[in-house]
């Protein structure tokens, strides 16, 4: 199983919010710090919202912030929000399956029995789990981090 690139920046962006908790981030500064594309931000972070996981503030001051406390945010409902409309295989789409198989194969049950276990495990983890007391990635993360890292940086290219 891969999840969709647009399914991993999604818990990049709430793992950078969640690591943020005080302030407004913007969306450059998780693209920044996230190795990711502004213009596939952008359309994260619509769905993030429209499913209330994020708010956002428009305009010079916008930005974005968890909609509500990261225990709260369960990493299988944001894995759903993403993935839930694509067909994990061919025969879970009962309008487009072609398969001459679909009425014997007992392979769709197994993988329907091992999408189960995967969202059933994710439904456990909620996005303080993956936050709480994780220091590295905190400290790749935290926006004050970032700014150590962007000065030091600055000063290793000017000498």
């Known amino acids: 199983m891969r999840l ?25 500064e998780i693209a920044e710090a996230c190795n990711a594309s502004e213009n596939h931000l952008a359309q994260v972070i619509n769905t993030l919202a429209r499913e209330n996981f994020i708010t956002t503030l428009r305009g010079r001051a916008g ?37 001459p198989l679909r009425d014997a194969c007992l392979f769709r049950d197994a993988l329907s029995d091992a999408l189960d276990a995967f969202y059933g495990t994710l439904d456990r983890k909620t996005l303080a789990d993956l936050v709480d007391n994780n ?13 150590s890292l962007s000065i030091c940086a600055t000063a290793r290219a000017a000498e």
């Open 4 to 28: 969709t690139t647009r399914t991993n920046l999604a818990m990049r962006v709430l793992m950078f919010c969640a690591v943020n908790p005080h302030r407004t981030v913007r969306k450059h």
């Open 135 to 147: 220091t590295a990635l905190e400290a790749m993360l935290s926006l004050q981090g970032l700014q």
């Open 63 to 99: 930005g974005m912030q968890l909609a509500r406390p990261p225990e709260e945010i369960g990493v299988g409902k944001v894995l759903r929000a993403f993935e839930a409309a694509l067909p994990f295989a061919e025969c879970f789409d009962t309008e487009t399956n072609t398969c």
